[in-house]
């Protein structure tokens, strides 16, 4: 509980994301419904993107209301170099983004 569900590797790796994606996203899209279970996530995405079978970007935030340090480079050196597409995350519920992508070097949105 409160971790993404995650496809087998193998299954993942014998799949295009483009078809996880399509056809299996709303079958393993969890609803993140704390900074904690988020940042836990995050850190184990950019140790491992393709065991998610899904970008981050897919990722359910909507519940979420503080999103500050979630990116923190501080915390998670591999953060540096996070540039992923965020824009379909919906975050109309935030109340606190403060130093969200902190350090994040490479990060443009």
Known sequence: HGQPQVL????????????????????????FTSK??????VDEYVANPSAFCYRIGLWDVSQITDFSNVFDARRNPRLRRFNEDLSEWDVSNATNMTCMFSGCSSFNG
């Open 36 to 41: 904690e279970d988020l940042i836990r996530a």
């Open 8 to 31: 087998d590797p193998v299954l993942c790796s014998l799949l295009p994301r483009s078809v996880v994606e399509k056809n299996l996203m709303p079958f393993i899209t969890h609803v």
